[in-house]
T-cell receptor, first 112, second 115 residues
Framework: GQQVMQIPQYQHVQEGEDFTTYCNSS?????IQWYKQRPGGHPVFLIQ?????EVKKQKRLTFQFGEAKKNSSLHITATQTTDVGTYFC????????????FGQGTILTVHP | GAVVSQHPSWVICKSGTSVKIECRSL??????MFWYRQFPKQSLMLMAT?????????EQGVEKDKFLINHASLTLSTLTVTSAHPEDSSFYIC???????????FGQGTRLTVV
């Protein structure tokens, strides 16, 4: 997989505030996946973006893939305490059996 | 979604002993599985790619003789940490991708503590 850089490393928000994490690559990505890992748990797949400029929504979560396919973002509207966890962007390579390359992750803390 | 089961979920062992971790795909066949290591508050670092019926492919810097991987069937891969030392203490996670699906499915992870 291709290397991806993710920021910020940590984000603390009050419940109800919005949250965004960003992912960047120096090279064009075949696709980008997003995973969420709850504290003490394992990563769980959220979504995959493939097309240039693609935007996908899942309830309060909005995922974007840049026009140049070199960056991506995850935005959460009106965070809830259940959103707590680490969010990873992942470069999934170009094949079904390709290895995943994880970004550094953003640890989200939501204060009630 | 597909299910990947990892066992044990935690293990404590004495320094110098070996520990085996199992990763099973319960409802699909996985010709390829991946083993990751994760330190607290850090990302997942790929250790090796496990290929059914052939030798594993290790990432740069991962000791092949220390982290033995066996992928004897389409549903089972094992990671053996040999002659474990305290610095091997970590969270180990396996994953697999079903042939036609896009996402990877992860095992529950194994927290290894070497004392």
């Amino acid at each position: 997989g291709q290397q991806v850089m993710q920021i910020p490393q940590y984000q603390h928000v009050q419940e109800g505030e919005d949250f965004t994490t960003y992912c960047n690559s120096s090279t064009t990505l075949s696709n980008i996946q997003w995973y969420k890992q709850r504290p003490g748990g394992h990563p769980v797949f959220l979504i995959q973006l493939v097309k240039s400029g693609e935007v996908k929504k899942q309830k309060r979560l909005t995922f974007q893939f840049g026009e140049a396919k070199k960056n991506s973002s995850l935005h959460i509207t009106a965070t809830q305490t259940t959103d707590v966890g680490t969010y990873f962007c992942v470069s999934a390579g170009g094949t079904s059996y390709g290895k995943l390359t994880f970004g550094q992750g953003t640890i989200l803390t939501v204060h009630p | 979604g597909a299910v990947v089961s990892q066992h044990p979920s935690w293990v404590i062992c004495k320094s110098g002993t070996s520990v085996k971790i199992e990763c099973r795909s319960l409802d699909f066949q996985a010709t390829t599985m991946f083993w990751y290591r994760q330190f607290p508050k850090q990302s997942l670092m790929l250790m090796a790619t496990s290929n059914e019926g052939s030798k594993a492919t290790y990432e740069q810097g991962v000791e092949k003789d220390k982290f033995l991987i066996n992928h004897a069937s389409l549903t089972l891969s094992t990671l053996t940490v040999t002659s474990a030392h305290p610095e091997d203490s970590s969270f180990y996670i396996c994953s697999a991708r079903d042939g036609w699906r896009t996402e990877a499915f992860f095992g529950q992870g194994t927290r290894l503590t070497v004392v």
